[in-house]
Each structure stands twice: as structure tokens, then as C-alpha cells.
């Protein structure tokens, strides 16, 4: 079963997918990732770009989040996030876009920046490393902006340019999943460019 752990809709019990659609971030790993980032979370902007159910978009925004725009490609996980959305009370701060992680990137160049990101893709299909290249080269993030990365494997840029872009923050392994945090590479001294 999974909730929302704390903030204004703790205990809310969420909507999941059935079947082997998504892999739900399990409820060790989403304490630890929100215990790596709760200083960081009152008053932000936050992207979850394969949003599977909502629930790291929505524990952000109950704890304090300032908007959460929540992308999955299908339209199952897009009603369950819709469901959890009005059952936590959040759906008033929050935009729902069924779109391909890719298209969806492409389309916001200069629109929006985000000071938090969760990427949580399906592990087999390696999309991490287009998703943080895409992140940077259309100017998507906050100098100091956090991207939580979580994976099946330690390696999550796929070359050493998109490696040149981020700072590794932490890393920890829960289970089969690996979480990275970073930092845009260039938002560190305030110079730079992605």
C-alpha cells in the first residue's frame, strides 16, 4: 500500500497501477529520498517526469511544494495520478500531461524552470541519460535545482557530456534501486552554462 508519508494529506492512502505497468518507488527509498531533500522542498517548483502514480510529485507538494507538474506517457497511470491528486487534495497545485518524456522536454525549452525533479523511468529502457540531457540543454532547471535519479544501476549519464553537466550529491542503493541526487553542474558558482 502506499501514502503519503507526511504534510497536509499524511496518510492518504494512494491509487496504484495494477499489473507490472509501473514500479512504485517503494516506501523505504521515498523516506530516504525525502529525508535527503526536506530543507529543500517549502515554496518549490517540481517536475515528476515518469510520475507512475503521482506519488513523488504529490509527497512534495503536501509537504510543501509550490506546484507539481506530473508526466507519464499512458493514460492509466495519468487517471490513477488524477485519482490521487483529488484524494490527497493537491490536484488545485497540480498539472497533469500525458506526453512521451522526450516531447514533453522539448516542448517546455525557456517555459518553466523546476527546482526539483524526480526521474523514475521503467530501469530496462535507459532513459535516464536523454532525460538529464534534455533537462540541460533546454534550460529546464534552477542553478540550484536537486534531480533525484532513481535506477537499476549505478551508471545513470550514459556519456561523459551529460556526466559534465551534474554534480553528484549522494547515492544510496535500496533493494534493485539506485538513487542519485544531483545538482545542475553549472549552478554551483553561479557561472557556467548548460
Not at 507538474?69 to 484524494?87: E, F, S, Y
Not at 547515492?171 to 534501486?177: C, D, P, R
Request: include cysteine; charge should be neutral; proline fraction near 4%.
Amino acid at each position: 500500500m502506499m501514502r503519503i508519508i507526511t504534510g497536509t494529506a499524511r496518510g492518504t492512502k494512494l491509487v496504484t497501477l495494477e499489473g507490472e505497468m509501473t514500479r512504485p518507488t517503494t516506501e523505504r527509498a521515498k523516506e530516504a529520498i525525502f529525508s535527503m531533500i526536506q530543507f529543500d522542498i517549502e515554496g518549490r517548483r517540481v517536475l515528476d517526469l515518469f510520475a507512475g502514480s503521482g506519488q513523488m510529485g504529490l509527497e512534495a507538494l503536501s509537504r510543501g511544494a509550490e506546484h507539481a507538474t506530473l508526466v507519464d506517457q499512458a493514460k492509466a497511470p495519468i487517471g490513477v495520478i488524477t485519482q490521487n491528486a483529488q484524494k490527497t487534495r493537491l490536484n488545485d497545485r497540480c498539472r497533469i500531461v500525458c506526453a512521451d518524456y522526450a516531447d514533453f522536454l522539448r516542448n517546455r525549452t525557456g517555459a518553466e524552470k523546476y527546482d526539483i525533479v524526480f526521474l523514475d523511468p521503467p530501469y530496462a529502457d535507459n532513459l535516464l541519460p536523454g532525460a538529464l540531457r534534455l533537462l540541460a540543454e533546454r534550460r529546464l532547471l534552477n542553478p540550484n535545482a536537486l534531480i533525484v535519479c532513481e535506477s537499476g544501476s549505478e551508471e545513470i549519464f550514459g556519456d561523459a557530456a551529460t556526466a559534465a553537466k551534474y554534480s553528484v550529491l549522494r547515492t544510496a542503493h535500496y533493494g534493485i534501486s539506485y538513487v542519485t541526487l544531483l545538482t545542475p553542474a553549472w549552478g554551483k558558482d553561479g557561472e557556467g552554462k548548460a
